[in-house]
Structures are given as structure tokens and as C-alpha cells.
């Protein structure tokens, strides 16, 4: 069965740190992978998205995410975190022939962020 | 990128009455829709896809006679919880995209019901 995997429930870091924050996944096929940002109440926003070609993707608000196929791992990182990074942060995983909005989610890492 | 927009942002309802959740997409045509759940400190679960002018698919374990999807344009979608009661209190997200392989969702910014 599909699942996504994100091992950290809650990570601090301080400002201007750099930033890992982990997901795996279960998936028979080529996965479509995700990461999203949620705050608090609010909707989704789609930091980036893998679907095939460079394993290395790059998002909005200088996030990047690598996606290694033998580990089953799609890492979300990023060099330099800013206190509006602050957020929770969900993985998820495409299913239903590759459609984008059919999504398999992680459970979700809340970061928080030190001044 | 385009916009959903969902409303209402929140609502309180009495045990037994019906609320219904809208879902737009304001720039674009949606043929299909997503709606999602999310229960506090947890992930978001798939709850129904909805295509515009078809019947919703539901997912397994979700009551299809209590949540009501009408996906009538291409537009808007409603979430209508009919009898509602305090265990269907959560965090309603929906997500639309456009017809086409690969073309991104986008989410409403969520509608938190509580049922007293």
C-alpha cells in the first residue's frame, strides 16, 4: 500500500541554520512526490513538486528537495531558515496515474524557528 | 499561480443541523476537485474526488450519505456534512486542478467546523 513516512513530528532550529526535514515513501511506481507548507489555519501551498528528470528540485522560498530513488527518501532542505519559515511542513505523494491532486500525505513536520 | 478560494474560512453548527462548504476555483476550470480532512495534529486524508457533472468517488470508510459532494460546474464544488455531529468537527480542505496529466492542484485555504 502507498505511504509517506516523515520520521520527525517536530523540529526546532535556529534562525539562519540550515534545515533537513525528512520524508520517505511506499510506492509500487514511479512516485510523484510533493512537498507542501501549511500555517496555522490556513490552506496548502506547494513548495515543489518532482515528477521525473533532475533528482534535485528546486521550490519557491529557496527550498530544494532531492529525490533518491534507493532510499525512497525525498529530503526537503534548506541552506539559511528565516523565522517566517515557521510552519508545518507535509510531504505527500502522488497516486491515481500520476494525477497531482489525488495525494497520499505524511503526517507532517512542524519546524519551529529560534531567534 | 491560480486561486481557490473556500468559504466559509469557519463555522460553528448545532448537533443535527447540515452545513455546506464551498469550493472555487476563481481563474481557472476545475474539472476535478479533491476534498480532504484534517484532524487536529494530523495529516490531511482524502475524503471524495469529484468530477465536474459525475457522481463523487468516495473513499473507503467515508459515508457518502453524509457527506454530500456536488461538483455541478466547472467552478465550484460543495461539501455539504448533513446531520452533523461533534465528531465531524475538523479541518476541511479542498483542491482543484484543471483537465490534463501533471497539472498542478491547488488548495483552498480550509474551512474549520465545529459541531456543538
Known amino acids: 500500500a502507498q505511504s509517506v513516512t516523515q520520521p520527525d513530528i517536530h523540529i526546532t532550529v535556529s534562525e539562519g541554520a540550515s534545515l533537513e526535514l525528512r520524508c520517505n515513501y511506499s510506492?509500487?511506481?514511479?512516485?510523484?512526490l510533493f512537498w507542501y507548507v501549511q500555517s496555522p489555519g490556513q490552506g496548502l501551498q506547494l513548495l515543489l513538486k518532482y515528477f521525473s528528470g533532475d533528482t534535485l528540485v528546486q521550490g519557491i522560498k529557496g527550498f530544494e528537495a532531492e529525490f533518491k530513488r534507493s532510499q525512497s527518501s525525498f529530503n526537503l532542505r534548506k541552506p539559511s531558515v528565516h523565522w517566517s519559515d515557521a510552519a508545518e511542513y507535509f510531504c505527500a505523494v502522488g497516486v491515481g496515474g500520476g494525477s497531482q491532486g489525488n495525494l497520499i500525505f505524511g503526517k507532517g513536520t512542524k519546524l519551529s524557528v529560534k531567534p | 499561480g491560480a486561486v481557490v478560494s473556500q468559504h466559509p474560512s469557519w463555522v460553528i453548527c448545532k448537533s443535527g443541523t447540515s452545513v455546506k462548504i464551498e469550493c472555487r476555483s476563481l481563474?481557472?476550470?476545475?474539472?476535478?476537485m479533491f476534498w480532504y480532512r484534517q484532524f487536529p495534529k494530523q495529516s490531511l486524508m482524502l475524503m471524495a474526488t469529484s468530477n465536474e457533472g459525475s457522481k463523487a468517488t468516495y473513499e473507503q470508510g467515508v459515508e457518502k450519505d453524509k457527506f454530500l459532494i456536488n461538483h455541478a460546474s466547472l467552478t465550484l464544488s460543495t461539501l455539504t456534512v448533513t446531520s452533523a455531529h461533534p465528531e465531524d468537527s475538523s479541518f476541511y480542505i479542498c483542491?482543484?486542478?484543471?483537465?490534463?496529466?501533471?497539472?498542478?492542484?491547488?488548495f483552498g485555504q480550509g474551512t474549520r467546523l465545529t459541531v456543538v
Open positions: 481563474d481557472f476550470q476545475a474539472t476535478t
Open positions: 510506492y509500487g511506481a514511479t512516485p510523484y
Open positions: 483542491s482543484a486542478r484543471e483537465a490534463g496529466m501533471n497539472t498542478e492542484a491547488f
